[in-house]
């Protein structure tokens, strides 16, 4: 499940407001790879912060992973240490993973408007691939009509947002 459109900052940050009015999110960086200290967010005002500090850092991508807890299911956090030799801004990248997690990708080339991707895994996919990433658990632990319930609102008002503003129109 998955929606690609393109926003402006002002649809952005309606966006990321709408992700916490419902169910009470743990939003986390996807992978942190910014040069920027991020980690979880607790509230819109963290994450559009966030993402303006990445922007005057000249980041083009930043990706969320969304977790809402009537969604349940497993995640995993990890750290990767980075060979400092190949990249000197990032000594660690912090990523987070679970089956049932939304994520959103957005990327910032052709600013002011923002490309902005709305996903999720299926149950299908997931037990499809469980036994490459038994780390990840059970697909079972997930609530999937919970998880594509928040997905489907998730991205029918990002499209909505689209459609409002006369510039930022759905990406095909």
Known sequence: ?????????????????????????????????????????????????????????????????????DTRGHLEKSSISLDKSEDKRHAVRHAVNGWGLIFLQLNFENTPLINCCVSTNSKKKAEKWFDSHRNLKDPDLWDWEAVEKHCRRLMHFAESLSQDHPVAKKKH
């Not at 002002?10 to 920027?36: C, M, Q, W």
């Not at 303006?52 to 969320?64: E, I, M, S």
Request: charge should be negative; hydrophobic fraction near 45%; proline fraction near 3%.
């Open 1 to 69: 499940m998955q929606t690609n459109i393109i926003l402006d900052r002002a649809g952005l940050t309606k966006l990321i407001v709408h992700l916490f009015e419902s169910g009470n999110p743990a939003l986390y960086l996807r992978h942190d790879v910014t040069g920027l200290k991020g980690g979880d967010f607790t509230s819109a005002g963290e994450v559009n912060a966030f993402i303006d500090a990445a922007r005057k850092a000249d980041n083009q991508l930043v990706g969320f992973a969304i977790w809402y807890p």
